[in-house]
């Protein structure tokens, strides 16, 4: 089974690609959202987190978000040795994942495909983009965020053209109209070479 990455800066719209290939019966895995499934359910993890960021990474059962972002916004070496905690626990999870999957290929969505190497396991990649000033805006009105934030999370991404000159397609997510019609068009030619 063939892997596709889907992956884009904060506010692209990544999340939007995804379920437009989801209606076309392509098995979708939202990387941050089984990472965070992932930081609730697993002991091992919920211990992990509790040691590197102390009791306050957790309220009862629930991940204390607002208090690991603001630990993390602080101090960008947490981040770092968060990922390297989450990031393997997912990776596993995804080939477990993989392996109950029947289709021509798999697509895997993550917003840092290329910060975290995750790329080299991918035999194609879609990078979706939008202008800066869009995906800020989206932003805040989705998270209900500050434009400061939003721009901090930006420069910790890797910027479009960079991302660009390692994907296989870029999907320009403006218009969603424009949008399905080149989601529907990559489908097409990953179902015919991959």
């Known amino acids: 089974m063939k892997i596709v990455g889907l992956t884009g800066g904060i506010g692209s719209g990544k999340t939007t690609v995804a379920k437009m290939f989801k209606a076309l019966n392509v ?82 969505e993550v917003a840092i495909l290329f910060e975290n190497g995750s790329y080299k396991n991918c035999d194609a990649i879609i990078t979706v983009t939008a202008p800066k000033e869009v995906r800020i805006k989206r932003v805040i009105n989705r998270d209900n965020s500050n434009k400061e934030k939003v721009e901090a999370i930006i420069k910790n991404q890797w910027p479009d053209a960079k991302k660009i000159e390692k994907s296989h397609f870029v999907i320009e997510n403006i218009d969603l109209k424009a949008t399905k019609t080149q989601v529907a068009k990559i489908h097409n030619i990953l179902i015919e070479n991959l």
């Open 27 to 108: 098995p979708i895995y939202i990387a941050d959202d089984e990472a965070k499934a992932l930081m609730k359910r697993s002991k091992v993890l919920i211990r992990q987190l509790k040691a590197l960021f102390g009791e306050e990474a957790y309220i009862g059962n629930e991940l204390n978000r607002a208090f690991l972002a603001n630990a993390i916004f602080n101090d960008k070496t947490l981040l770092e040795k968060m990922n390297a905690i989450v990031h393997p626990k997912v990776a596993r999870h995804f080939k477990r994942w993989v392996a109950k999957q029947n289709a021509h290929y798999v697509i895997k």
